[in-house]
Nanobody, 127 residues
Framework: VQLQASGGGLVQAGGSLRLSCAASGFTLDYYAIGWFRQAPGKEREGVSCISSSGGSTYYADSVKGRFTISRDNAKNTVYLQMNSLKPEDTAVYYC?????????????????????WGKGTQVTVSS
């Protein structure tokens, strides 16, 4: 069971990036997926979550209106489209999976109930 985040890079403030979270060894169909980030010297924080069906999405206040989470279960991949990036978005971004067995999820469960974690991808936003 592996998750791999990719798509990070260096971008100027106001720019965009799309992160991908690909799963191998299991299908994401029955998992809620969350994106998290950790900046140097700071605690890890939840960024966004999506239910297994894609019908429910959640966002941290700091990214609402700028980031969009989506999933393509046929490709076993979840995406995080990040627009209007700010220097404070600089962090290592991780994706994680919660086996909800096809049921819904909540923001609280997303923040505290992840079962599997992938390696991160660095996002750096220059001012």
């Amino acid at each position: 069971v592996q998750l791999q985040a990719s798509g990070g890079g260096l971008v100027q403030a106001g720019g965009s990036l799309r992160l991908s979270c690909a799963a191998s060894g299991f299908t994401l169909d029955y998992y809620a997926i969350g994106w998290f980030r950790q900046a140097p010297g700071k605690e890890r924080e939840g960024v966004s979550c999506i239910s297994s069906s894609g019908g429910s999405t959640y966002y941290a206040d700091s990214v609402k209106g700028r980031f969009t989470i989506s999933r393509d279960n046929a490709k076993n991949t979840v995406y995080l489209q990040m627009n209007s990036l700010k220097p404070e978005d600089t962090a290592v971004y991780y994706c994680a999976a919660d086996h909800t067995k096809g049921f819904g999820t909540t923001w609280f469960r997303c923040l505290h109930g992840m079962d599997y974690w992938g390696k991160g991808t660095q996002v750096t936003v220059s001012s």
